[in-house]
T-cell receptor
Framework: NAGVTQTPKFQVLKTGQSMTLQCAQDMNHNSMYWYRQDPGMGLRLIYYSASEGTTDKGEVPNGYNVSRLNKREFSLRLESAAPSQTSVYFC????????????FGPGTRLTVL | QKEVEQDPGPLSVPEGAIVSLNCTYSNSAFQYFMWYRQYSRKGPELLMYTYSSGNKEDGRFTAQVDKSSKYISLFIRDSQPSDSATYLCAHKGAGGTSYGKLTFGQGTILTVHP
């Protein structure tokens, strides 16, 4: 039982390049989330998927797209990376209702030059 | 005004001290609050979960919600070097488009030195 896994762990991009961050969970959770974490800003929600087949914007969606490929996988795509997207990206999953604990992956450290 | 605000610190205390970490929130209707702990270069993990007001205790950790002042606190007794981490408070949305979504404070960096 690996929980939430993310790939890659580290990535360096040049401005304008594209990439996809992958996330998978093996806890049979319905909901999945993408956050970014910047110094002094805490965690901010980019997109979330309440259940398979649905996605919605969070607080900071501009410049990103997501795909809920199936119940296990939720990917985040940067179509044209910008230096402002340099951040640590976390994927999380949960199974509401109830206490709705969100379980986080180890993160992807992205630098855009 | 941010929905949840937290002093980022950093906070440095000696081993054995009582630590108090605090957040304020903007909406008196908020009821579900969480504290997450994040070790360096790791993902956050849930530490405490509280609903409405009052105290909740778990070992050396106590979470407190004061609805009258819109203040949430995490107390750590007999702090240990292993408690050194970033502590994030969060509010969980309970209805409508906010259902299940977490809004985090900025996080407080805590160092407990031997």
């Amino acid at each position: 039982n690996a929980g939430v896994t993310q790939t890659p762990k580290f990535q360096v991009l040049k401005t304008g390049q594209s990439m996809t961050l992958q996330c998978a969970q093996d806890m049979n959770h319905n909901s999945m989330y993408w956050y970014r974490q910047d110094p002094g800003m805490g965690l901010r929600l980019i997109y979330y998927s309440a259940s398979e087949g649905t996605t919605d914007k969070g607080e900071v969606p501009n410049g990103y797209n997501v795909s809920r490929l199936n119940k296990r996988e939720f990917s985040l795509r940067l179509e044209s990376a910008a230096p402002s997207q340099t951040s640590v990206y976390f994927c999380a999953s949960s199974n509401p209702p109830g206490t709705d604990t969100q379980y986080f992956g180890p993160g992807t450290r992205l630098t855009v030059l | 005004q941010k929905e949840v605000e937290q002093d980022p610190g950093p906070l440095s205390v000696p081993e054995g001290a009582i630590v108090s970490l605090n957040c304020t929130y903007s909406n008196s209707a908020f009821q579900y609050f969480m504290w997450y702990r994040q070790y360096s270069r790791k993902g956050p993990e849930l530490l405490m979960y509280t609903y409405s007001s009052g105290n909740k205790e778990d070992g050396r950790f106590t979470a407190q919600v004061d609805k009258s002042s819109k203040y949430i606190s995490l107390f750590i007794r007999d702090s240990q070097p292993s408690d050194s981490a970033t502590y994030l408070c969060a509010h969980k949305g309970a209805g409508g488009t906010s259902y299940g979504k977490l809004t985090f404070g900025q996080g407080t960096i805590l160092t407990v030195h031997p």
